[in-house]
């Protein structure tokens, strides 16, 4: 019985943590506001994973003007929990790092 709970919480897990295509690029794509230049305009501003991970986190989840990059929008109050949020975000980073990608 835990080996089946256990098992199902491991595929659950796989599923949750590769759906950023849905739960972020969907609407973006179809909003037109592509997340990659995003990305890039975080990264040359921050610089470091953890410093975009967290600025991109305080914006999603209180979004203000003044934290803003992307000013081609009015700001979006994105609707999601911190813990997805988490997961999410580290498949962003992996999804547009250049490190490890420059052959
Ligand atoms: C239902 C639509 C929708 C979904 C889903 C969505 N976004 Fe957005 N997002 C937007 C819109 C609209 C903007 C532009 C307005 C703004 O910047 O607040 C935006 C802006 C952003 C920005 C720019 C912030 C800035 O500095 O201005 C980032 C980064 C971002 N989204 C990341 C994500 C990530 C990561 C996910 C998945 C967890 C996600 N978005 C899911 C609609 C969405």
Redesign the pocket.
Known sequence: MVKVILCLFLSLQIVLSSD?DT??????E??N?P?KP??F??LLYYSSKSAILK??KE??LH?TLQ??????????????SQK??DK??EE?WERYKVIGKIK
């Not at 739960?23 to 973006?28: F, G, I, S, T």
Request: hydrophobic share 40%; glycine share 0%; net charge positive.
């Open positions: 950023f739960a972020c690029l969907a609407c973006h179809k909003k506001i997340l995003i990305f305009e975080y600025a991109t914006y999603l979004p934290k803003r990059l992307y000013k081609k929008a009015p700001p979006y109050q994105h609707k999601i997805r949020l999410l975000l962003y």
